[in-house]
């Protein structure tokens, strides 16, 4: 059976997204957002963090292969869908709901990289820095670091599910 603790609150998350925002809309004064969000799991706090900044956004979208049912990362990542608009010239800012071991992020900056974009910059919800095997992958912005758990919400899957909770929990399995 699973079970789910809550680790950060409704509220907190709120309010952090809040601040990110706030930070991002100064750091960007007169420029205009490429807010590219990484399908599925970036999806909630793409939304929430866009509604939150207050220079111009243009949202594209793209996919990479995740883990599938189970809770470890393969290191294997493949592009399942590409963004929409070119991003030459572009003040791409990457909104992602975590980053653990980082091959992900490792993959779709080089990619994005060679496209010419101004600059890339990356936000994260949360950050798992006791996985990361990518050392160069950091986050610009970061919401909370979060203990070497497997956790769910706010985009956040396990096998699909749990992605629509407003908080981060973390997931457990206890016999029925
Ligand atoms: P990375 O490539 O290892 O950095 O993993 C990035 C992706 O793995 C994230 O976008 C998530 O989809 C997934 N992931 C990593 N840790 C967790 C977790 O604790 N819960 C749910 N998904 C996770
Ligand atoms: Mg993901």
Request: proline content about 3%; glycine content about 8%.
């Amino acid at each position: 059976m699973e079970e789910i603790s809550i680790l950060i609150s409704e509220e907190k998350v709120s309010e952090r997204i809040r601040q990110l925002g706030e930070e991002i809309s100064s750091d960007y004064q007169g420029k205009e957002i490429r807010l590219v969000c990484i399908l599925k799991g970036g999806a909630p706090f793409a939304c929430e963090l866009a509604k939150r900044i207050s220079v111009p956004v243009v949202m594209d979208y793209m996919q990479a292969a995740s883990y599938g049912g189970s809770t470890v990362s393969s290191g294997d990542v493949k592009l399942v869908k590409d963004l929409d608009m070119p991003i030459e010239g572009q003040h791409v800012l990457i909104a992602e709901d975590i980053i653990d071991t980082g091959n992900t992020l490792a993959a779709l900056t080089e990619l994005l990289q060679q496209r010419g974009a101004a600059d890339i910059k990356i936000c994260a919800l949360l950050d798992k820095p006791a996985r990361r095997t990518q050392k160069k992958i950091e986050a610009d912005y970061c919401g909370f670091s979060v203990p070497d758990s497997f956790v769910v919400g706010m985009g956040l899957d396990y096998d699909q599910r749990y992605r629509n909770l407003p908080y981060i929990g973390i997931l457990s399995f206890k016999e029925a």
